[in-house]
């Protein structure tokens, strides 16, 4: 399997989701990427799995998968 994106720590600050990606620490407003972790309570928000090639996470409380290529596009728009 082809790694596409090494998810180094996960956490939520405030209202936002902070990533480290490949070695960069990136935050993502949740009002911007997900109304579901938006409103999730902290357990439902730290309970995730990372897809085994990186490619994305899922929140299987809430039911939501964020695809990490997307949220790194959304820092360029």
């Known amino acids: ?5 090494n ?3 996960i956490q939520f600050k405030q209202k936002s989701l902070i990533l480290k990606i ?3 620490e990136l935050s993502f407003p949740l ?3 997900s109304s579901k972790l938006l409103n ?18 899922h929140w299987p409380l809430i039911d939501e ?3 990490v290529d997307s949220l790194l596009k959304s ?3």
């Not at 399997?1 to 994106?5: A, D, L, N």
């Not at 928000?45 to 994305?56: A, E, Q, T």
């Open 1 to 5: 399997m082809i790694s596409t994106h």
């Open 7 to 9: 998810i180094e720590q």
């Open 22 to 24: 490949d070695g960069k």
């Open 31 to 33: 009002s911007q990427i």
């Open 40 to 57: 999730a309570d902290e357990v439902q928000r730290n309970i995730f799995k990372i897809s085994p090639s990186g490619y994305g996470i």
């Open 65 to 67: 998968d964020l695809s």
């Open 75 to 77: 820092l360029e728009e």
